[in-house]
């Protein structure tokens, strides 16, 4: 059973999916962390692979980049391969000055000015919730193997690029209370929520819009490390 955008059978997706935005990033944490790989999606190059990590099977995807991506690839593993539960493993932009490069965020909910929800379901809410249980879950498996994690609101942008004249990282920071920004999980949740089944989203830090500062690519290599590791640990328990 395929859909328009993604070519595996039922059987070729496990019950979990960690979901990267980068495709080559799925391949990277196929690569490194499973062993006894498939890869069950090509289509538009948004790779899809399914192994086993620590004895059990693990699927990881593309999303690309915004809500439509995430919309268009979290519904149908939900709707159309019966998936159980999908964590999202991101980067982020700092919002404040707590948050350090390499800090390790763990959506409470996610807060967002898009018209996503408005429009699927006609869901007027501008937060959107992650599954309570998977966040309890993420929070012992990271205390557990000596990671910290900060459960925070986050900024859902469908924009990356602003122009000076709208509200910027202060007034999403004072007025909403989100603490760094990413482009997909008020989608996700969304889609999960009105699907009946869970989203988590973990964020590493990439770059701070209060100091300036970037990752270099071997750092985020390195921070992304991290993060996958909590994800995967994670993955194992649900
Ligand atoms: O690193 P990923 O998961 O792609 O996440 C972040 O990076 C992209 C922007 O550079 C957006 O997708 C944003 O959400
Ligand atoms: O969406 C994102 C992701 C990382 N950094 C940003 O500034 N924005």
Not at 44 to 67: D, L, P, Q
Not at 123 to 145: F, Q, R
């Amino acid at each position: 059973m395929a859909t328009p955008h993604i070519e595996a059978k039922e059987m070729d997706i496990a019950k979990v999916v960690l979901m990267p935005g980068d495709p080559l990033r799925a391949k990277y944490i196929a690569e490194t962390y499973l062993e006894d790989v498939t890869q069950f999606n090509n289509v538009r190059n948004m790779f899809g692979f399914t192994g086993t990590y620590k004895g059990k099977r693990i699927s990881v995807m593309g999303s690309g980049m915004g809500m439509p991506s995430i919309g268009i690839y979290s519904y149908e593993l939900f709707k159309f391969y019966d998936i159980d539960a999908i964590i999202r493993i991101g980067s982020a932009g700092a919002y404040t000055a707590d948050l350090k490069l390499f800090d390790i965020v763990l959506a409470d909910d996610a807060w967002s000015e898009s018209s996503f929800a408005l429009a699927q379901s006609g869901e007027a809410s501008a937060v959107m919730k992650p599954s309570a249980e998977l966040n309890t879950l993420i929070k012992e498996t990271a205390a557990s193997i000596n990671k910290t994690v900060h459960e925070n609101r986050i900024h859902s942008s469908d924009v990356f690029y602003h122009e000076s004249n709208v509200d910027g990282h202060e007034e999403f920071y004072s007025k909403h209370g989100c603490v760094c920004v990413e482009m997909e999980s008020f989608a996700l949740f969304h889609n999960a929520n009105i699907l009946g089944k869970k989203a988590a989203c973990l964020l590493t830090i990439s770059d701070s819009l209060v100091t300036s500062e970037v990752t270099t690519a071997e750092q985020r290599q390195n921070s992304f490390n991290e993060m996958m590791e909590i994800a995967l640990e994670s993955a194992i328990k649900i």
